[in-house]
């Protein structure tokens, strides 16, 4: 029904509840509404499983961790690997001082050098040869084959098997020199620790 004005007044008769709009209509509003629902759910899970394993904070430290972790096992692989190949060295603590004492007598200061257990990172300390070296330079490798020829083994228990002292004792009874040895157990062989 019209109105005067030019305004339809509603009809009681007239129904626009989606029931009675065509069929393709009602099909067309629920395909968009589930796609628009479907979407939504999608960036929402999207965006709480992109928090979850890469953004928040956990996540961060848990990749930091794992990568810690793998920088590890790698280093320790490799030092495994170093320490097992590392032959230089006798069966005995007494054994591997007396090859050290010839490489001295040699003056063969890569050789000596190659007696010294490998630092934590399976590589050869370079300050050892550099100061192997100066005692060279300085002609004062007599002083250390003489340290070297007096070393007995100390009466201090270190309550390790793979490790040993020598020890160079004053008039009094101190030490007054000493050497540490310690077993490579990887590749079976002593290795001179502190000197």
């Given at each position: 029904?019209d109105d005067?004005?030019?305004?339809?007044?509603?009809?009681?008769?007239?129904?626009n509840?989606?029931d009675?709009?065509p069929?393709?209509m009602?099909?067309k509003?629920l395909?968009k509404?589930?796609l628009?629902?479907?979407g939504?759910?999608?960036l929402?899970?999207?965006?709480y499983?992109v928090w979850n394993?890469?953004?928040?904070p956990s996540?961060?430290?848990?990749r930091?961790?794992?990568?810690?972790?793998?920088?590890?096992?790698d280093?320790?692989?490799?030092y495994e690997a170093a320490?097992?190949?590392d032959a230089y060295g006798?069966q005995?603590?007494?054994?591997?001082?007396?090859m050290?004492?010839e490489?001295?007598?040699?003056?063969d200061v890569?050789?000596?050098?190659?007696?010294?257990?490998l630092?934590?990172?399976g590589?050869?300390?370079p300050?050892?040869?550099?100061n192997?070296?100066k005692l060279?330079?300085?002609?004062?490798?007599?002083?250390?084959?003489d340290?070297?020829n007096?070393?007995k083994?100390?009466?201090r228990?270190t309550g390790d098997?793979g490790?040993?002292?020598?020890v160079v004792?004053?008039?009094q009874?101190?030490v007054?020199?000493?050497m540490?040895?310690?077993?490579n157990k990887y590749?079976?062989v002593?290795?001179?620790?502190?000197?």
């Amino acid at each position: 029904m019209d109105d005067i004005s030019g305004y339809k007044i509603k009809d009681d008769s007239e129904d626009n509840s989606p029931d009675s709009l065509p069929p393709k209509m009602n099909k067309k509003r629920l395909f968009k509404f589930t796609l628009i629902f479907v979407g939504i759910m999608i960036l929402i899970g999207g965006g709480y499983l992109v928090w979850n394993n890469y953004l928040s904070p956990s996540a961060q430290f848990a990749r930091r961790a794992a990568a810690n972790y793998q920088k590890y096992l790698d280093q320790q692989s490799k030092y495994e690997a170093a320490m097992t190949a590392d032959a230089y060295g006798g069966q005995t603590p007494e054994e591997t001082i007396s090859m050290f004492k010839e490489a001295l007598i040699k003056k063969d200061v890569e050789l000596a050098s190659n007696y010294f257990l490998l630092d934590e990172d399976g590589e050869k300390n370079p300050l050892i040869k550099q100061n192997l070296q100066k005692l060279f330079d300085n002609n004062q490798i007599q002083k250390v084959l003489d340290v070297i020829n007096n070393l007995k083994p100390s009466q201090r228990d270190t309550g390790d098997g793979g490790l040993k002292e020598f020890v160079v004792l004053t008039q009094q009874g101190f030490v007054d020199y000493s050497m540490t040895l310690k077993l490579n157990k990887y590749s079976n062989v002593w290795k001179i620790e502190s000197l």
